[in-house]
């Protein structure tokens, strides 16, 4: 999908998918949507298969793998029994459940905030008053103007990330930070081809646990960024995924069940 028009915040990572009210709503915006896009050097020249025509795809035969690290401590227990519901219910509709392992899961989030906050840094400095985003009234001079625009116009989270970024990326701790995290990306990446050799999908949650209140984890920011830990390792080694809801807390708040394919395998994830 092509990323032309949007404000990019980690170059590396940030991809385009729709929120729909039903998978054939999904299927099909992403038929309308895919496709090399001239205006996006990063667009993958790659076929875009008719997704709404092959939802009725059979279950049967499919092996579905379920990794012991996306169940592990740390995951609310009502999460988890409505996704091992989810997950039984593939099998009856034919799947074939295999249990994975992916070895490097725990250094995702240390890695993705890593090269998220060091690419956010060198791409939010475009952010300048000029061309877009708010403009400072309040300034005199050309540097004022860029001060107060991106000091009135950026959040808090968004200050956070930016000085990280800039820390990591500065002189005598790239390789240290930046660099190595790369590495570790590389690994995550190799732990889904290889686990992709030997399954069709994989099943995790899609959150550790519930939707928490606004503000709820302001002031700890490492437990706000602990809440990303599934839905990372895709964007880290580029893969599709897809989330559905799969039932409900005791509190009425819902549960998504996460599913991921191999590269340009869309449809078979939306099957």
């Keep these: 999908v092509s990323r032309f028009g949007l404000v990019a915040f980690a170059s590396s990572l940030d991809h385009i998918g729709p929120f729909t009210n039903s998978v054939k709503d999904c299927a099909t915006v992403m038929k309308t949507i895919a496709g ?37 401590e740390g995951l609310d227990p ?6 091992h519901r989810g997950i039984e219910l593939l099998e009856k509709l034919g799947a074939e459940i295999r249990d994975i392992h992916l070895p490097h899961t ?6 993705y905030y890593l090269i998220a906050t060091a690419e956010a840094s060198s791409n939010l400095a475009r952010f300048d008053g000029v061309r877009y985003t708010t403009r400072s009234a309040n300034a005199s001079t050309l540097a004022e103007m860029y001060r107060g625009t991106r000091g009135n116009g950026f959040g808090q989270e968004v200050k956070r990330r930016i000085m990280l970024g800039t820390y990591a990326l500065s002189a ?16 995550i990446a190799r732990d889904f081809e ?17 939707a928490f209140k ?6 700890d920011p490492l437990e706000m960024y602990l809440s990303d830990i599934y839905t990372i390792t895709a964007s880290l080694a580029g893969i599709p995924g897809l989330s559905v809801p799969c039932g409900e807390t005791s509190a009425g708040l819902p549960v998504g069940m996460q599913m991921l394919a191999n590269y340009f395998d869309e449809a078979r994830l939306l099957s």
Excluded: H, W
Aim: proline share 8%; charged share 25%.
């Design 36 to 72: 090399r896009d001239p205006m996006d050097s990063t667009s993958a020249a790659v076929a875009v298969p008719d997704y709404p025509a092959l939802l009725e795809t059979r279950l049967k035969g499919v092996r579905v793998g379920v990794p012991r690290e996306y169940f592990a």
């Design 194 to 210: 290889e686990a992709f050799r030997d399954v069709d999908l994989i099943v995790t949650p899609t959150s550790p646990f519930p």
């Design 172 to 187: 005598g701790y790239y390789d240290a930070y930046y660099l190595k995290a790369q590495k570790v990306r590389t690994l």
């Design 78 to 83: 009502e999460v988890g029994k409505n996704v």
């Design 106 to 111: 725990k250094y995702a989030i240390a890695a």
């Design 214 to 219: 606004i503000g709820e984890k302001a002031a």
